[in-house]
């Protein structure tokens, strides 16, 4: 993902980035979560998934950590991701724009309710 892709920031990078927020996690555990922090209404296909993934540790906005086991999928060892201080800067900048976004649509009565 070279660096003029980045901004704006692709909605499934800005997904990856939350999910790796809390958390170092494997592929499929990114999927999972990203799923579950969306209420289902985004779903990254591996295709998706791992293109971000390569284009966002290119960028050096997250980084392998290497391969563990992970119980809850047997004993296969996983190669996991860890969101780096750079990814977490542009994050933060990316959900701060939204939120200015979404202060700009309530104030024009586009939005209503307390999103923000």
């Given at each position: 993902m070279p660096k003029q892709k980045l901004s704006?920031?692709?909605a499934?990078?800005?997904q990856i980035l939350l999910a790796l927020a809390g958390e170092d996690m494997h592929g499929y555990g990114i999927m999972r979560q990203v799923a579950e922090q969306t209420g289902g209404r985004v779903r990254l296909g591996?295709?998706?998934?791992?293109?971000?993934?390569q284009g966002?540790?290119?960028?050096?906005?997250?980084?392998?950590?290497?391969?563990?086991?992970?119980?809850r999928l047997g004993?296969?060892?996983?190669?996991?991701?860890r969101l780096t201080a750079m990814g977490r800067k542009l994050a933060r900048e990316e959900a701060e724009h939204m939120a200015e976004l979404l202060r700009v649509a309530r104030a024009k009565k586009i939005l209503r309710g307390e999103y923000v």
């Open positions: 704006p920031l692709p499934a990078a800005f591996p295709g998706t998934l791992y293109h971000s993934i966002m540790l290119e960028a050096g906005l997250i980084e392998e950590v290497g391969l563990r086991e992970d119980d004993k296969e060892r996983r190669k996991y991701y």
